[in-house]
């Protein structure tokens, strides 16, 4: 691998794709990056695509902007490149495209991490059958690969965690305005890799779209984001998963009964929403009486928060584990972060771990008259 | 003041079973409608707590005590509810918001059905029952159930229930017919995630690549 000493080092070896995925990471559009380091958004164009190469002093000012070390755009290490038509998401009209791609190129340094970790670590092996030749039912598939989990009868305990035993990477949205970007999942890479959002979540609502991802996971091999029929197929799929109908039927009550909802709500980890749809759809409400139920709980304000839900959002575990048993042979967090050209502390995001250790804030004095900014930074 | 008549009145079932049964019922109504309240109050005009605890504590009651050996039945003389357990009837109700209130000085709302049950009790036709149990509890949206009774009362010309036994209920007492889901655990671990979590299976390679820490 490249270990570039300098910014001209690094301009002779300049990635273009590198130069994109820093960006789109830093949510900048052309525009914006080519204000910030004084040049022309044509300029930043060109660069990208490999029309031209940056110069030392413009490869310092990217990094300096897009907080990344200058060695981040050298070439030499694996990358994967992500369209938004290799995911699954569920609207293409909620979020902004520059959001969508800004998601995607936390998977990209998702799957980065994992190739690094890989080195150090056997993850579980990927278990994940293809059930799209042999089932169209969703509620079918997804009684089939429960059997061939060997998942004992009963509720899911915990989704995420389950995804993981399985060989699947779970990842939350790492920056905090994610809110128009729902979860999303991708199977471009080779090993799938789930995206979870907290903006919206619930923990119930969590475990929900944990389960609906894995059906596109499972189901639909050709990837049409924002389908109308697939997503329909992912939430049959999701429901049977979670609330299988043979087990839940006969618990489910024939009358609107808030309170039994909520045990069931608690037996089960779906929101009450979720199962009074269960219950239109197995039938032990009519089509008015969940309408009326539907209109009952948003009363209440349940369709946004839930009694009963307050228990922390499942959260992915496999590969901060996987980072500290390869901690047992001396690796760091610093090794991975050179190894990515990475700053630690998005190394330290990317693995879900919480940096605990306090901010050093450092201020301009107050005679720069250039500017009157804080500026934080992290180790 | 007879003290308690409670373990005669059940005598031919696990007294200490049906207690146990009241105050899980108590408990985890008491806790839902506490939930109900705070989600709900905030949101919708004219939501309250005492609403909360009529529908959560009943439900909770029949739900829990019919799985004691021999079951319950709901009845609902006059659109009330109270819970058949064939040697007595239940009625459970507030009479205060913390522990300091005194059950023994509780004046309760009037009401035709609550007349006939704790007046004309075995003579109107329609509440013939053998016994009946009062479930006195005093509950507040911040702490929940704080504490619970059961005895046998009739209401004076005063509104006032005249006592004619009383016992104190141990809000530790968990032997009921099902196992608890609610108790200090419950924000930590809700019931589905309480069955083991998979496993992780990770091991390390076999070698460390050149350069990167191994």
Redesign the interface.
Same mark, same amino acid.
Request: hydrophobic share 35%; no cysteine; glycine share 10%.
């Given at each position: 691998m490249v270990r570039p000493v300098d910014a001209a080092t690094v301009a002779a070896v300049f990635d273009p794709a590198r130069l994109t995925l820093a960006r789109e990471s830093a949510a900048y559009s052309k525009r914006d990056l080519a204000e910030a380091i004084g040049r022309t958004p044509s300029a930043v164009t060109q660069y990208e695509a490999g029309l031209s190469r940056p110069s030392g002093p413009v490869i310092d000012a990217c990094a300096a902007v897009l907080s990344v070390p200058i060695g981040f755009f050298a070439t030499g290490r694996p990358r994967l490149q992500l369209d938004i038509g290799d995911a699954h998401f569920r609207s293409l009209r909620s979020a902004r495209a520059a959001e969508r791609r800004r998601a995607l190129t936390m998977v990209e340094l998702v799957w980065e991490l994992t190739g690094?970790l890989?080195?150090?670590? +056997?993850? #579980?092996p990927l278990d994940l059958p293809d059930l799209t030749s042999s089932l169209t039912e969703p509620a079918a598939a997804a009684r089939t690969l429960r059997a061939a989990w060997n998942m004992?009868p009963?509720?899911? #305990?915990?989704m995420v &965690?389950?995804l =993981?035993? &399985?060989g699947l990477i779970v990842a939350f949205l790492d920056f905090s305005d994610s809110g128009r970007v729902d979860a999303f999942s991708t199977a471009a890479g080779g090993r799938p890799i789930i995206v979870l959002t907290t903006e919206k979540g619930t923990m119930l609502r969590t475990r929900f779209t944990a389960a609906h991802e894995l059906a596109h996971l499972v189901l639909h091999t050709e990837v049409i984001p924002g389908d109308v029929a697939h997503e329909r197929q992912a939430d049959a799929f999701a429901a049977e998963f979670l609330m299988p109908a043979a087990e839940i039927a006969s618990e489910l009550p024939t009358r609107i009964? /808030?309170?039994?909802l /909520? +045990?069931l709500q608690? &037996?089960? *980890?779906t929101s009450v929403s979720a199962l009074l749809y269960r219950c239109r759809e197995l039938g032990t409400l009519t089509e008015a009486s969940y309408k009326r139920a539907m209109m009952k709980i948003s +009363?209440?304000?349940?369709r946004t &928060? =839930? #009694? *009963?839900e =307050?228990?922390p959002i499942e959260r992915p575990?496999?590969l901060a +584990?996987?980072f500290e048993?390869?901690s047992?042979?001396?690796?760091?967090i610093p090794?991975f972060a050179e190894?990515l050209q990475l700053p630690p502390a998005r190394v330290r995001a990317l693995f879900g771990m919480t940096d605990t250790r306090p901010l050093l804030r450092l201020v301009k004095n107050s005679s720069d008259t250039r500017t009157d900014h804080q500026h934080q930074t992290t180790f | 003041m007879e003290r308690s008549r409670f373990d005669s009145i059940f005598r031919e079932v696990d007294a200490g079973q049906v207690r146990g049964a009241v105050v899980q019922a108590l408990r985890s109504g008491v806790e839902a409608a506490g939930q109900s309240f705070a989600f709900g109050a905030p949101r919708t005009d004219g939501h309250t707590y005492g609403n909360d605890l009529w529908r959560f504590v009943w439900y909770d009651m029949a739900d829990v005590l019919k799985k004691l050996p021999g079951g319950a039945a709901v009845r609902r003389p006059r659109g009330s509810f109270l819970v058949d357990l064939r040697a007595a009837v239940l009625y459970p109700f507030r009479y205060g918001a913390d522990r300091a209130a005194d059950v023994t000085n509780y004046r309760m709302v009037e009401s035709q059905f609550r007349r006939e049950l704790l007046v004309d009790a075995n003579t109107a036709e329609h509440l013939f029952w053998p016994e009946v149990v009062l479930v006195p509890y005093a509950a507040n949206p911040g702490a929940g159930l704080v504490r619970a009774y059961v005895g046998g009362a009739r209401i004076d010309e005063d509104d006032r229930l005249d006592w004619q036994w009383l016992e104190e209920l141990d809000l530790g007492d968990l032997r009921g017919p099902v196992r608890r889901t609610d108790g200090d655990d419950l924000p930590v671990v809700p019931p589905f995630a309480r069955r083991p979590e998979p496993e992780l299976e990770l091991t390390l390679t076999d070698d460390a690549p050149e350069g990167l820490g191994g």
């Open positions: 690094q890989t080195h150090h670590v +056997r993850l #579980p004992a009963g509720p899911v #305990p915990h &965690r389950l =993981e035993s &399985r009964d /808030l309170p039994a /909520l +045990r608690q &037996r089960w *980890g +009363r209440l304000g349940w &928060r =839930e #009694p *009963g =307050e228990f575990a496999l +584990r996987a048993l390869a047992t042979r001396g690796v760091t090794t190894a | -």
